[in-house]
């Protein structure tokens, strides 16, 4: 099993910035892919951003495409959101995701996911 913790979330005024991270722990060695998606009130579950614990690919969804990064410190068995020049619109839970599928399989079967995290708030004010 893995488990996977986030931590980061917060307040923050539109344009302004924050990092969420996200450690996971159990059998982490079999950990392929991971990635941050995020629900909004009354919206579906969207992915936000992807990344490979291998070869470090990553994938965006495009409304974040220039403003969020994700990395990846495997030997912290963390991964980590940075989110930049923040909008209102980005108001969510965000959740962290791992599976055992690589990365291609995994967009391959549209990012569906078998772990999760229990989520972190992100709030921005306008």
């Known amino acids: 099993q893995v488990q996977l913790v986030e931590s980061g979330g917060g307040l923050v005024q539109a344009g302004g910035s924050l990092r969420l991270s996200c450690a996971a722990s159990?059998?982490?060695?079999?950990?392929?892919?991971m990635g941050w998606f995020r629900q909004a009130p009354g919206k579906e579950r969207e992915l936000v951003a992807a990344?490979?614990?291998?070869?470090?690919?990553?994938y965006y969804a495009d409304s974040v495409k220039g403003r969020f990064t994700i990395s990846k410190d495997n030997a912290k068995n963390t991964v980590y959101l940075q989110m930049n020049s923040l909008k209102p619109e980005d108001t969510a839970v965000y959740y962290c995701?791992?599976?055992?599928?690589?990365?291609?399989?995994?967009?391959?079967?549209?990012?569906?996911?078998?772990?999760w995290g229990k989520g972190t708030l992100v709030t921005v004010s306008s």
């Open positions: 995701a791992a599976d055992l599928k690589s990365f291609s399989q995994a967009m391959r079967a549209q990012w569906s996911m078998n772990y």
């Open positions: 159990g059998r982490t060695f079999s950990i392929y892919v």
């Open positions: 990344v490979s614990r291998s070869s470090g690919s990553t």
